[in-house]
């Protein structure tokens, strides 16, 4: 589905949103849900006449098993690079995972038979990918980033979500390594006065504001 000029969300990707970035030199995907998505992304691709081959980089928003699951997947197929943020790249690699749930989180990988990814490309806010700069969000997990367009276009992966129905939704406090420091990176991605969110789970939000009951502190 086309939700913004030049980005389509793939349809019925397992838990996480996947996208494609069409750019004039190729696709930019960005995340790829749980495992078993690649055929449903690789065809999405296809459906925009583009091939495989023209993927040009996988990017991560964050480690998480549902936004990296059909990565490595998707980079057989592609034989593109994949990108994650500088605090994220050594979870995904395998080593570093966060101590508070770190056995459970092991568990899960293994029974999801997610293995590590040595990323081949290491972002940080100001760098460019495809035509999006890269902003870093922390606090959902140490590495997570957003990126942005200069029509004020944000995939912000878990960094701020989207309900379904168009309203913004605050990250997930429970599934946030800093929750304190995830509400402030989620308010200063609508500080940024986007036009569009993009998110990782649910759909998208248009102009979101600063007032927005989503981005308020816990309990007021
Ligand atoms: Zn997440």
């Not at 701020?160 to 913004?168: C, V, Y």
Request: charge should be neutral; aromatic fraction near 2%.
């Amino acid at each position: 589905m086309r939700v913004a000029d030049g980005v389509e969300k793939v349809e019925g990707t397992r838990v996480g949103n996947a996208y494609l970035c069409l750019g004039e030199d190729g696709v930019l995907v960005v995340d790829t849900g749980m495992p078993g998505n690649a055929g449903r992304i690789l065809r999405a691709i296809e459906r925009l006449d583009r091939g495989p081959r023209d993927v040009r980089v996988i990017v991560l928003t964050h480690w998480h098993p549902d936004h990296i699951g059909s990565a490595a997947a998707l980079q057989r197929a592609t034989g593109a690079p994949v990108a994650i943020g500088a605090f994220d790249a050594p979870v995904l690699a395998g080593h570093g995972l966060p101590a508070r749930g770190r056995r459970a989180m092991r568990l899960i990988l293994a029974i999801l038979r997610i293995h590590a990814i040595e990323p081949d490309l290491v972002l940080r806010t100001g760098d460019g990918v495809g035509g999006w700069e890269v902003v870093d969000v922390p606090g959902h997990t140490a590495g997570s980033i957003a990126l942005r367009r200069g029509d004020g276009v944000v995939i912000t992966g878990d960094a701020l979500l989207g309900d379904g129905h168009g309203r913004l939704r605050g990250p997930d406090p429970g599934l946030s390594l800093d929750p304190a420091q995830a509400r402030a990176s989620a308010r200063s991605i609508v500080a940024l006065g986007p036009s569009l969110v993009l998110p990782g789970h649910g759909s998208p939000v248009r102009s979101p504001r600063p007032t927005d009951p989503a981005l308020a502190e816990p309990g007021r």
